[in-house]
């Protein structure tokens, strides 16, 4: 089984930064993809990025050159710094990992991101 725990969320204003982290825990395989999606009431989740190993990333086209996804391998942490941020933006992002060879997906709590003035 495996944990994850986000943290970082909040508010911020129009044009502010904020970074979301996401630790993982437990049985994790080595072969992994990590990431994060968004959601906001009435529609379906939205890829927002996710990264393959250290280096290997995919974005939303709409977020490329605002968001940035990082992660530290040694501790299992993503991580989603969000530049440049718009009210629409506003959402709960969710952390993901993928165990691959599995073909499992886990899942984080959420946590909210309100971008407001």
């Known amino acids: 089984q495996v944990q994850l725990v986000e943290s970082g969320g909040g508010l911020a204003q129009p044009g502010g930064s904020l970074r979301l982290s996401c630790a993982a825990s437990?049985?994790?395989?080595?072969?992994?993809?990590m990431g994060w999606y968004r959601q906001v009431p009435g529609k379906d989740r939205e890829l927002v990025a996710s990264i393959l190993g250290g280096e290997s990333t995919t974005y939303a086209d709409s977020l490329k050159g605002r968001f940035t996804i990082s992660r530290e391998n040694a501790n299992n942490t993503v991580y989603l710094q969000m530049n440049s941020l718009k009210a629409e933006d506003t959402a709960v992002y969710y952390c993901?990992?993928?165990?691959?060879?599995?073909?499992?997906?886990?899942w984080g709590q959420g946590t909210q991101v309100t971008v407001s003035s």
């Open positions: 437990g049985s994790i395989s080595r072969l992994n993809v």
């Open positions: 993901f990992l993928d165990a691959i060879v599995a073909a499992r997906r886990y």
